[in-house]
């Protein structure tokens, strides 16, 4: 088996990121409290590089051999295969020390931890909690489960994710699988040649591909197949997929025997790893796509800290000017800079102001949005009715009706909700990005007018959303009112009902991620500006303070800052060395 590590660790001789990170940290930390913003970016940044993860989703119709193909990639039959379908709930596998299964549920903050002897013992555990049939309908309200292993695969930081086969449960999980698909890196695409490619697949996977960066497909389940079979069936497949644009060539199809490679590795027979094709899909996902995963990030992360090392010695440059000036000269400099802290408080009082128009402007874009839902969904659910009143199988016309809405209502307002999920995350990224860039705009004149008053080297820092690192993906899943239909109600009634909450859920939910989002930048731009003044004017009263402490005995301080200075440039420059090899590397 393949590992990832001598290609995404560096020569022996050259620091990691993580120690240069580390280094960084410490000599900022002498730099004292001013620095205190600067040390904790860093610390941030080492943090998101440690939990850079490689999100690998498996997708497939029912019985494809999802779960199987997922054993064998982490070594062990845990993942429960049977007759009977997942729930909606997603399963990661990510890496541990030991084997344990979590499991967190909606709305609740406590998790369940289970740790089995045995593989068998975990997996009858998980199925009580992610099948159908130990867990139907979802009722006990899994958020998501994740299995802990110490297999090779997840060493480097790969995380693997199984999700509900389409057709088989609900139909509105294919909704959550597809915004949940967003979050993700890639994704493997399993069909099996018997039966061969369906339209639904085909539909599903039009869809899938408008989600996903990154998606390559699996011809499972080969050993049930001789090999003229096998060189038939992957013909028709990559026809099929070139033909709907999925493919160029077959280089991102894989031809594997999950259960060859699973036999094999319980019997001690290694030479099965190679001839299920598991060999070729493990080294491929391992050392092409997790490691450009890990290039990526190591490249932005190395960006993002010359920033906060140029914004740091920028301060630590200024410190040093102040101590050389005379104490009058210094205090004239400083109620120069309080005059440009002046207008910036302005200013950001200005975009607050303009920031909490926006936000109701939002909202009743959100209302307007709910109330043409309202009226969209009473016409879609009254043509369901219409259609189902009649007598079906000896039912009732109530009945016939309930149980049409139940059909179809998960699936529409799911629908709807990531329609109005979209649409509401543009529009926000056009109401806030004027406000990102002024808050940018007034943070650099600021450290450009120190930079100015004390005639020292100025560098922008670079953009706050430079870093981009997609935290552990989120399984959205909610649930939409399909209650009983009530005795005393009649049609219309509860179809008024239905609409009124399902409409409200939806509208309720995207208010509060609305609300959220203001928040959060609203404190954005307080921590912002409060992190300039202190790393600027901050610099400039520390000096003047030791020059009033000290005196003219100002040596000592002039040298330590020399040497700092001095080492955090040397740890600048190696940081900009490493990025260089990150641009000249395949």
């Known amino acids: 088996m393949q590992s990832i590590s001598s290609t995404m660790n560096p020569p022996k001789s050259e620091p990691s990121l993580t120690v240069l990170l580390e280094q960084a940290k410490a000599a900022v930390g002498q730099l004292g409290a001013n620095a205190s913003a600067h040390v904790g970016k860093l610390d941030e940044l080492q943090q998101r590089f440690q939990e850079g993860r490689f999100h690998l989703a498996v997708l497939g119709q029912f019985k494809r051999g999802k779960s199987t193909l997922l054993n064998a990639l982490v070594g062990e039959p845990v993942l429960p295969i049977a007759v009977i379908p997942l729930t909606a709930a997603p399963t990661f596998l990510q890496y541990g020390d030991s084997p344990r299964v979590v499991v967190s549920f909606q709305g609740k903050a406590e998790v369940e931890t289970f740790v089995g002897r045995s593989t068998l013992e975990r997996s009858a555990f998980l199925a009580r909690y992610v099948t159908e049939e130990g867990n139907p309908k979802n009722r006990l309200g899994v958020q998501e489960v994740t299995v802990y292993l110490p297999a090779d695969i997840l060493a480097n930081g790969v995380v693997l994710i199984d999700t509900p086969g389409i057709g088989s449960t609900y139909k509105h999980n294919t909704q959550a699988t597809l915004a949940f698909l967003e979050q993700c890196d890639a994704a493997l695409f399993l ?43 992957l013909a028709f497949y990559e026809k099929t997929l070139c033909e709907h644009g999925c493919v160029q060539d077959k280089a991102s199809i894989f031809c594997v025997s999950a259960r060859t490679a699973i036999e094999g590795r319980q019997q001690g027979k290694p030479e099965a790893w190679e001839t299920s094709g598991m060999a070729q899909l493990e080294g491929f996902l391992v050392n092409y796509l997790a490691k450009e995963k890990f290039q990526a990030l190591s490249h932005v992360v190395c960006l993002r800290s010359i920033g906060e090392l140029d914004a740091a010695l920028m301060a630590a440059r200024i410190s040093l000017q102040a101590l050389k000036l005379p104490q009058k000269e210094l205090a004239e400099k400083i109620a120069l800079f309080e005059t440009s802290l002046k207008q910036a408080a302005r200013e950001r009082t200005l975009i607050q102001d303009v920031l909490e128009g926006d936000k109701r402007r939002m909202a009743g874009f959100l209302e307007e949005q709910a109330q043409l839902l309202r009226e969209e969904a009473t016409l879609v659910l009254k043509d369901i009715m219409n259609q189902s009143s009649t007598r079906r199988f000896g039912k009732s016309s109530q009945t016939s009706v309930q149980e049409a809405w139940a059909e179809s209502i998960p699936e529409y307002f799911a629908s709807k909700q990531a329609e109005l999920n979209e649409m509401t995350k543009v529009r926000l990224l056009e109401c806030l990005s004027p406000h990102d860039q002024r808050l940018n705009q007034l943070i650099e004149t600021l450290r450009h007018t120190a930079a100015d008053l004390f005639h020292v080297p100025y560098r922008p820092m670079n953009p706050e959303q430079a870093l981009e690192l997609k935290r552990k993906p989120y399984w959205v899943l909610n649930t939409w009112n399909t209650d009983p239909l009530p005795m005393l109600k009649s049609l219309d009634q509860r179809l008024e009902d239905l609409v009124r909450r399902n409409v409200e859920n939806i509208r309720w939910s995207m208010l509060q991620n609305l609300n959220i989002s203001f928040a959060h930048f609203a404190r954005k731009i307080t921590e912002r500006l409060d992190e300039t003044v202190a790393a600027t004017k901050g610099a400039m009263e520390s000096a003047h303070e030791r020059k009033q402490r000290y005196g003219g005995s100002i040596e000592h301080e002039v040298e330590a800052l020399h040497g700092n200075i001095h080492r955090i440039e040397g740890i600048r420059e190696r940081f900009e060395q490493m990025r260089s090899r990150q641009a000249q590397s395949p």
């Open 191 to 233: 069909v099996s040649a018997d039966p061969p490619i369906t339209e639904v697949e085909l539909e599903f996977l039009a869809e899938v591909r408008k989600k996903v960066p990154k998606l390559f497909y699996v011809l499972s389940k080969i050993d049930y197949l001789n090999e003229e079979e096998r060189k038939q069936a």
